[in-house]
């Protein structure tokens, strides 16, 4: 079966680092996404990793590695706003995104 | 990117009944798609709406339970027939962005989040 994995919640405080782990199996590959959702909001993309390294984006980087099946985001200089779900999800080999069931993440002052 | 408005945006509605959720995008769009969103789970895809043809369902889901239209290329709906508790959850309408070298990532609608007693 297809399965991504990733941690129910985790906890930061404002100006720290946090890193969100992901890990899939999926039956092929075509592309990695993570999505940030804000509690009662639609998922709103944040990130897009098809090759193997770090794609940067502002405060907001993501990693693949291929290979391993996992993928990161790393968030710097959190602020409250950050507080959100954060969803990874795969694009198999038939086109078919499969999503994990999104980290929580708390921001503590 | 695309603008995508739902209505409604939550309703309580009684077992046994149906509802029909809209959704409008600023530009056209070949595909679009239905999830659902039961509470601290994944997303779920119902289907994907094809304009002119048959909407194709996910494992699980089928037509008299979710009736789908796809009247153009900017507007779709979703019915949830025959409710009970285990419908409620928040149904998001989504399309696939193209136009940024096919990364294909979606945007959503602000969703709609269904409470049947």
């Known amino acids: 079966g297809q399965n991504i994995d990733q941690p129910t919640e985790m906890t930061a405080t404002e100006g720290a680092i946090v890193q969100i782990n992901c890990t899939y199996q999926?039956?092929?590959?075509?592309?990695l996404f993570w999505y940030q959702q804000h509690a009662g909001e639609a998922p709103t993309f944040l990130s897009y990793n098809v090759l193997d390294g770090l794609e940067e984006k502002g405060r907001f980087s993501s990693f693949l590695s291929r290979s391993k099946g996992y993928s990161y985001l790393l968030l710097k200089e959190l602020q409250m706003k950050d507080s959100a779900s954060y969803l990874c999800?795969?694009?198999?080999?038939?086109?078919?995104?499969?999503w994990g069931a999104g980290t929580k993440l708390i921001i503590k002052p | 990117s695309a603008v995508i408005s739902q209505k409604p945006s939550r309703d309580i509605c009684q077992r046994g009944t149906s509802l029909t959720i809209q959704c409008q995008v600023d530009s056209q769009v070949t595909m679009m798609f239905w999830y659902r969103q039961q509470p601290g789970q994944s997303l779920t895809l119902i289907a994907t709406?094809?304009?002119?043809?048959?909407?194709?369902?996910e494992s699980g889901f089928v037509i008299d339970k979710f009736p789908i239209s796809r009247p153009n290329l900017t507007f779709s709906t979703l019915t949830v027939s025959n409710m009970s508790p285990e419908d409620s959850s928040i149904y998001l309408c989504?399309?696939?962005?193209?136009?940024?070298?096919?990364?294909?990532?979606?945007?959503f609608g602000e969703g709609s989040r269904l409470t049947v007693l």
């Open positions: 989504s399309v696939e962005d193209l136009d940024r070298g096919n990364t294909g990532e979606l945007f």
């Open positions: 999800a795969v694009r198999d080999s038939n086109y078919q995104l499969i």
């Open positions: 709406a094809n304009q002119g043809s048959e909407a194709t369902y």
């Open positions: 999926t039956s092929g590959f075509n592309g």
